[in-house]
């Protein structure tokens, strides 16, 4: 039952690397800018996104799924969900709007088609413990792509309508890319971390796309996506904070 071996809690103890303090900045930025094109907005907390960085590179090459909950006495402060919420903001959409997302927990790993199985009559038994019966469910859920863009396959479509929160994908560039080589022939909408600063010195000229950060398992990051959608098919606005609630 490979689940058992998988499920672990993510550690608190987290430092957020400088070179993702200034690329969560320009992420937010342009969720700043593009809030009209969002009918919500979830809060993540940095040091969180910065653990499943280290963590999605460690499971490679498998992908994994986190379950990801929010904080309860961590509510967004009201300026700023007014600063990012666009025309069209819509309240109660999703369980754990308006809530800081911080605490995650590592529930699979496997390829593209297996992550999303969770066999809910093991997990319910074997978080109960920690969770107690009635949160055996997390709120929201993220997996990764590595060495792909964050953009929602069918299946991830499928997997998320069980979700009460959002669904979030973590895609990853990185080498060296053992066997999984980048694969970018998806449509839809991305959302980079890389600025287009960094994409251009990429540029036509050079080998290899620039090095945006540098993992701890030795991998250099070319680019990190990430993206939330709600299970009726529209995109979630993301903005990523501090310890003490604060956009980056
Ligand atoms: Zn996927």
């Known amino acids: 039952m490979r689940i058992f071996e998988v499920i672990r809690a993510l550690t608190s103890n987290r430092m957020v690397e400088e070179w993702l303090v200034d690329l ?16 919500a907005v979830v809060f993540m907390d940095g040091k969180l996104l910065n653990q499943l ?22 509510e967004i402060h009201d300026s700023f969900l007014t600063e990012f919420a666009g025309n069209e903001y819509a309240d109660n959409l999703f369980a754990g709007q308006k809530y800081i997302i911080d605490e995650a927990m590592i529930v699979n790993r496997g390829d593209s088609y297996s992550v999303h199985h969770l066999p809910e009559d093991w997990t319910d038994d074997m978080f109960s413990a ?5 949160r055996s469910r997390f709120t929201h859920f993220l997996h990764t792509h590595p060495n792909a863009p964050a953009i929602p396959s069918h299946a991830d479509a499928d997997a998320a309508q069980e979700t009460p929160g959002v669904d979030m994908i973590l895609g990853l560039r990185f080498s060296p890319e053992g066997p999984l080589p980048w694969f970018d022939d998806v449509e839809g909408r991305r959302r980079s971390f890389a600025d287009a600063e960094a994409k251009t010195k990429g540029g036509l000229f050079s080998r290899r796309p620039p090095v945006i950060g540098r993992a701890p398992t030795g991998h250099f990051i070319h680019d990190i996506q990430l ?22």
Do not use: C, W
């Not at 969560?24 to 009918?39: E, H, I, P, V």
């Open 24 to 39: 969560m900045r320009g992420y937010n930025n342009t969720s700043l800018q593009s809030k009209n094109d969002y009918a």
């Open 53 to 74: 960085i280290l963590d999605g590179l460690k499971a490679l090459p498998d992908e994994i799924l986190v379950g990801l909950d929010y904080n309860s006495e961590r």
């Open 130 to 134: 920690t969770r107690g019966s009635r």
């Open 227 to 248: 993206i939330a959608f709600h299970k009726r098919g529209f995109g979630i606005n993301i903005v990523l904070v501090d310890e003490n609630g604060i956009p980056y």
